[in-house]
């Protein structure tokens, strides 16, 4: 009886190992892997290493368990538990043990032939086709020293008509550089002038426009961030004649790289737009326990409050700070005393700031108070402290000086607002994207020509070359799809002359366009 017991329990051993060792990158670890860290571990991107493959993923295995294991990877700032955010970066508790075991049992490939293949990620947008798109008038050159830098560009718009804006899009151009981007717009001419007072093409400036242009927060980019598009009735405003300031973060490098980025705008194209975002403020004028100085070799928190005037719905939230600050914790107290959790950053980190959006409109009835609470520590030990040995600090705009400012995006509250969900889909239908297929270029071809069409909505495709009967003659491509704007080459050069047909099919029927084959 002993003995069939113990062999019942090696039995049980023998299952439960051979159950561990399933866990495979084609099996398992591959899709978690291209859905939680290949956005930005990939070439162009700013995830130092690539991981697009079985090869590239397996040889940093134990450094992926590490940074999976502790939080590190992938980057959210935020605490998830606190309150839910807008395209937060949070992998379950299933899919970071999953990856814990793919690395112990050896980061085993498993059978190449299930392999999932990597996304194919939108080139130009995410959304679709911009109604204008705005660029850098030139490269600007990024030094090879090793050293951060703030440097704002100014962009004009050109424009002699205000316009309504559905959608913001901001394009990093060289994404293993920008590492954010807050975007202000100015009609006073400031901006152009500091440009051209500063050597070299736009100016130097740690935070912010160096003055207080027309609208100082317009929209804020970090790595990894999903296009802004404002739900319902919803946009922002562009002057007619504006300028657009772009304060850009460039990483420090060691090697001289260039940086062109630019700015897809989507306009409010059936003037839906009666409601636009307003911007509004916590700041050292509204501390409990100001004011703002923070002694050398201390550690001090300050708690701030607004008082809701008049029933608001919120749409986003930015907190600010420089070197030396720890966290932030930002909360409503509604006039029944319930609490609203709004943001916790309990490590702050510079380099990943920008507006963060909730899934939902948050309605704050009037007398409402928000409170902010955010710790600084200016005490030697803290290694960010740009001050050795450490400095009295308070409010300014340089390195050395130190912020408390949580922006808030609102729009006086509409009855129904609670069930405005901002969900990706919502962009789809607000900006009426729609599947397309472009003009196949060139057009007569030879060898190569450029397929380019546009998707509402991930899935999977198919893109074939067909005659004018309908017979599929060759294969461009098929599998997943993301939203957005896509192009793929396809060599033609063993069809044989005549007319033939691009075909483009989604779930949602299929579309196509003429290729001549010369
Ligand atoms: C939003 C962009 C982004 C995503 C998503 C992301 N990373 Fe990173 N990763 C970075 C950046 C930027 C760095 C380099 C700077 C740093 O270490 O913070 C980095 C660094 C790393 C490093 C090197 C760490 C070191 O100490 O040198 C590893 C390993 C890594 N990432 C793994 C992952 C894994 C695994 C995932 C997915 C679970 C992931 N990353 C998701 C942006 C990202």
Request: net charge neutral.
């Amino acid at each position: 009886m002993k003995f069939l017991f113990s062999a019942f329990l090696l039995l049980l051993v023998a299952i439960g190992a051979s159950a561990q060792t399933s866990v495979t990158w084609s099996g398992q670890a591959a899709s978690i892997v291209y859905q939680h860290c290949t956005p930005c571990h990939r070439p162009g991107e700013i995830g130092p290493m690539p991981f697009t493959n079985y090869q590239e993923a397996s040889a940093y295995a134990s450094m992926i368990s590490f940074t999976v294991q502790s939080g590190y990877m992938p980057p959210w700032q935020p605490d998830h538990n606190y309150s839910p955010l807008l395209g937060q970066r949070v992998m379950s508790q299933q899919e970071i043990q999953t990856i814990q075991d793919w690395v112990q049992q050896g980061a085993l490939r498993g059978d190449p032939a299930t392999e999932p293949s990597m996304p194919n990620y939108p080139i130009g947008s995410q959304l679709g086709q911009p109604d204008t798109v705005i660029s850098m008038a030139q490269a600007y050159l990024h030094q090879g020293n090793n050293q951060d830098l703030y440097r704002v560009f100014v962009l004009p718009t050109n424009l002699n008509v205000a316009k309504k804006i559905k959608a913001i899009e901001f394009r990093a151009g060289n994404k293993s550089i920008v590492h954010h981007a807050i975007l202000g717009i100015d009609v006073t001419g400031q901006g152009r002038q500091r440009d051209s007072l500063a050597p070299g093409y736009g100016y130097t400036q740690f935070f912010g426009f160096g003055f207080t242009p027309t609208e100082d927060n317009w929209y804020g980019w970090a790595p990894g961030a999903a296009a802004k598009y404002f739900p319902a009735n919803i946009g922002k405003n562009l002057p007619a004649g504006a300028d657009i300031l772009v304060q850009m973060h460039y990483a420090p490098t060691s090697v001289a790289q260039t940086d062109s980025s630019s700015i897809n705008l989507f306009y409010d194209r059936d003037n839906q737009v009666t409601r636009l975002e307003q911007i509004t403020a916590i700041s050292p004028m509204d501390l409990m326990n100001g004011p703002f100085v923070i002694p050398a070799n201390t550690v001090r928190t300050f708690k701030g409050r607004m008082r809701v005037s008049t029933d608001v719905s919120l749409l986003s939230i930015f907190p600010h700070m420089h070197l030396i600050g720890k966290n932030w914790k930002v909360y409503a107290v509604k006039p029944g005393n319930d609490t609203v959790n709004l943001i916790s950053i309990p490590e702050w980190d510079f380099n990943w700031q920008g507006f963060y959006y909730f899934p939902r409109l948050i309605k704050l009835p009037a007398n409402s108070w928000i409170y902010a609470e955010a710790t600084f520590d200016n005490r030697a030990s803290n290694p960010n402290n740009p001050n050795t040995p450490p400095q009295p600090m308070s409010w300014g705009e340089n390195t050395t000086d130190e912020m408390y400012l949580c922006y808030f995006g609102f729009v006086p509250y509409q009855a129904g607002d609670e069930n405005i969900a901002l969900s990706q889909d919502d962009a789809q239908n607000v900006l009426k994207i729609s599947n397309k297929l472009y003009p196949i270029f060139p057009n007569p071809a030879a060898n190569r020509v450029n397929i380019g069409f546009q998707l509402n909505h991930a899935g999977n495709i198919q893109l074939q070359v067909t005659d004018l009967q309908g017979k599929v003659v060759g294969q461009v491509h098929a599998g997943h799809y993301e939203p957005g704007q896509h192009i793929l080459p396809f060599d033609c050069s063993s069809l044989s002359s005549g007319q033939y047909l691009v075909q483009l099919v989604t779930n949602q029927g299929s579309i196509t366009q003429k290729l001549i084959k010369q």
